[in-house]
């Protein structure tokens, strides 16, 4: 046998004598116990640009590795851009909970399923003051630690274009024109067949007067 064996079979000897073999035995042997950690995983759309005056739906969507419980609970929050204190601004716990004061009072609705895992909530009424920062944290206990979802909104007097929508319209032009095209040519090929049938007609009558018109002695 080793030394470093006899050595290791000495120390946890001695540390069964005070009741502590077991986890002095491991600690010895390098032997660490492995615990799946619960964590949630929370998801939203990270920048949101929505119109001055319009209704916008904050999607916020999570995953979990513990089944539902009815201790699940959800928080948005707000940080304005001046980057001062958090803002509540919805709460869910068996049942949604609006404001009862600050800027979102009268201005959200629960939009959420939580059987779909969906914690949606919807802001009306959008104002340039609602710039900023809103958080969307979930809990479902055990599993209560993870991420943290965060939308950054930009409310705007008119929807600016992007290269997306200049894509869109570039392509729907283009469309446009080749059924104009297509439809054009379609038209001459029609008139001129048309045109076609006329003339060969107008010879065959030709032809047939002549074969009737009898012959002067």
Same mark, same amino acid.
């Given at each position: 046998?080793?030394?470093?064996?006899?050595?290791?079979?000495?120390?946890?000897?001695?540390?069964?004598?005070?009741?502590?073999?077991?986890?002095?035995?491991?600690?010895?042997?390098?032997?660490?116990?492995?615990?799946?950690?619960?964590?949630?995983?929370?998801?939203?759309?990270?920048?949101?640009?929505?119109?001055?005056?319009?209704?916008?739906?904050?999607?916020?969507?999570?995953?979990?590795?513990?089944?539902?419980?009815?201790?699940?609970?959800?928080?948005?929050?707000?940080?304005?851009?001046?980057?001062?204190?958090?803002?509540?601004?919805?709460?869910?716990?068996?049942?949604?909970?609006?404001?009862?004061?600050?800027?979102?009072?009268?201005?959200?609705?629960?939009?959420? +399923?939580?059987?779909?895992?969906? /914690?949606?909530?919807?802001?009306?009424?959008?104002?340039?003051?609602?710039?900023?920062?809103?958080?969307?944290?979930?809990?479902?206990?055990?599993?209560?630690?993870?991420?943290?979802?965060?939308?950054?909104?930009?409310?705007?007097?008119?929807?600016?274009?992007?290269?997306?929508?200049?894509?869109?319209?570039?392509?729907?032009?283009?469309?446009?024109?080749?059924?104009?095209?297509?439809? /054009?040519?379609?038209?001459?090929?029609?008139?001129?067949?048309?045109?076609?049938?006329?003339?060969?007609?107008?010879?065959?009558? +030709?032809?047939?007067?002549?074969?009737?018109?009898?012959?002067?002695?």
């Amino acid at each position: 046998m080793k030394l470093c064996d006899i050595f290791c079979a000495c120390q946890i000897e001695a540390s069964a004598a005070r009741g502590l073999a077991f986890p002095a035995a491991l600690h010895l042997l390098g032997v660490t116990s492995l615990w799946p950690v619960a964590a949630i995983e929370v998801y939203t759309s990270k920048e949101v640009d929505a119109v001055n005056g319009t209704n916008l739906r904050l999607k916020c969507t999570f995953s979990s590795s513990s089944p539902i419980s009815p201790l699940l609970s959800v928080t948005w929050n707000f940080q304005p851009e001046d980057l001062s204190s958090h803002e509540p601004v919805f709460y869910y716990l068996k049942e949604p909970y609006m404001p009862s004061a600050g800027r979102f009072k009268g201005r959200v609705t629960w939009d959420g +399923n939580i059987e779909r895992y969906d /914690v949606s909530i919807i802001i009306w009424n959008l104002q340039p003051t609602d710039n900023g920062t809103f958080t969307c944290q979930v809990k479902n206990p055990r599993d209560i630690d993870g991420t943290i979802g965060e939308v950054r909104l930009r409310v705007v007097q008119k929807v600016n274009f992007s290269e997306i929508h200049f894509l869109a319209i570039a392509i729907g032009s283009a469309c446009g024109l080749m059924i104009i095209v297509v439809t /054009v040519v379609i038209i001459c090929r029609h008139h001129r067949k048309k045109q076609q049938e006329r003339t060969i007609e107008e010879k065959l009558k +030709n032809i047939e007067e002549k074969e009737i018109t009898p012959l002067e002695d």
